[in-house]
Nanobody, 114 residues
């Protein structure tokens, strides 16, 4: 059983920064990628960023620049640094990890106040 546990969400003011973490535990397979999706109220879940084993990263449309995804393979942990937060960034942020199977975390709420 694989568990992904997110942390670091919360209430932040517009213009601020936030760092999310996601740690994998359990019977961890060899992930080909780890990353983040988000789902805002009334909207579909969308890609934020994923980072591959090669170190390359893919970002969602118009998100690269304010979002930076990094990974510590030794700790089976992926991070998401978000800067210049706006109200449009308010969403539940989900950790994802993939290999032969796809795994999701429970999500962490990020709320940006203007």
């Amino acid at each position: 059983q694989v568990q992904l546990v997110e942390s670091g969400g919360g209430l932040v003011q517009a213009g601020g920064s936030l760092r999310l973490s996601c740690a994998a535990s359990g019977s961890i397979p060899s992930f080909r990628f780890m990353g983040w999706y988000r789902q805002a109220p009334g909207k579909q879940r969308e890609l934020v960023a994923v980072i591959l084993n090669s170190g390359g990263a893919n970002y969602g449309d118009a998100l690269e620049g304010r979002f930076t995804v990094t990974r510590d393979p030794a700790k089976n942990t992926v991070y998401l640094q978000i800067s210049s937060l706006t109200a449009e960034d308010t969403a539940v942020y989900y950790c994802v990890a993939g290999g032969a199977s796809l795994y999701w975390g429970q999500g962490t709420q990020v709320t940006v106040s203007s």
